[in-house]
């Protein structure tokens, strides 16, 4: 069955960094366009960011374009998510998605999330 697995959440201080990875099984991985989104305490689900299986174009949110990096090793079926200079408002459990079609921002599958926490 397919999962995600994400992993390398943790504590950073406003400015660091975190590179978070989402681990994918169950389905042929290079087929599919993949996303972040996260969901901060008491706030909806988010769309971060989101690439494409095609030709492998990238799409940020204006929220974290300049500051994030998401890339994909179709070799290992594992989705990155490189978060520089972060920002407390970057605080939420982020998930990485399968997307069902071709809008970014539309799921079928995601995983059970890794706690990104920013704060001094």
């Known amino acids: 069955q397919v999962q995600l697995v994400e992993s390398g959440g943790g504590l950073a201080q406003p400015g660091g960094s975190l590179r978070l990875s989402c681990a994918a099984s169950g389905f042929t991985f290079s087929r599919y366009a993949m996303s972040w989104a996260r969901q901060a305490p008491g706030k909806g689900l988010e769309w971060v960011s989101g690439?494409?299986?095609?030709?492998?174009?990238?799409y940020y949110a204006d929220s974290v374009k300049g500051r994030f990096t998401i890339s994909r090793d179709n070799a290992k079926k594992t989705l990155y998510l490189q978060m520089n200079s972060l920002k407390p408002e970057d605080t939420a459990l982020y998930y990485c998605?399968?997307?069902?079609?071709?809008?970014?921002?539309?799921?079928?599958?995601w995983g059970q999330g890794t706690q990104v926490t920013v704060s001094s």
């Open positions: 690439v494409y299986s095609d030709d492998g174009g990238t």
């Open positions: 998605a399968r997307v069902r079609g071709g809008l970014l921002d539309e799921y079928d599958y």
